[in-house]
Nanobody, 122 residues
Framework: QVQLVESGGGLVQAGGSPRLSCAAS????????MAWFRQAPGKEREFVAT????????SYSDSVKGRFTITRDNAVNTVYLQMNSLKPEDTAVYYC???????????????WGQGTQVTVSS
């Protein structure tokens, strides 16, 4: 069992660079692929970024590629999402997810956090 808790969201001005964190419980964190998804009001949940168990493999959505960076520190059971050059359209609830498959599909992740709101003001 893995429990995920996100932090780092809030109100940010356009162009800002906040960092989200996702702390995981459980001793098997280092074996999981971790990912970030987001859901804006009235829209479906969408893939943002994923990182494999070692941190050596990553994948990003086209909308955030070059602006966001996903990393992980297995020593402290935490995955991060560094967000740069934020835009108002990045406003959403951001969810951390964990699974055993390196995929961009939400159905591939069995563990989810409760989400953290990121609001970007113009």
């Amino acid at each position: 069992q893995v429990q995920l808790v996100e932090s780092g969201g809030g109100l940010v001005q356009a162009g800002g660079s906040p960092r989200l964190s996702c702390a995981a419980s459980g001793r098997t964190f280092s074996t999981y692929t971790m990912a970030w998804f987001r859901q804006a009001p009235g829209k479906e949940r969408e893939f943002v970024a994923t990182i494999n168990w070692s941190g050596g493999g990553t994948s990003y959505s086209d909308s955030v590629k070059g602006r966001f960076t996903i990393t992980r520190d297995n020593a402290v059971n935490t995955v991060y999402l560094q967000m740069n050059s934020l835009k108002p359209e990045d406003t959403a609830v951001y969810y951390c997810a964990g699974g055993l498959v390196f995929t961009r599909e939400a159905r591939g992740y069995g563990y989810w956090g409760q989400g953290t709101q990121v609001t970007v003001s113009s």
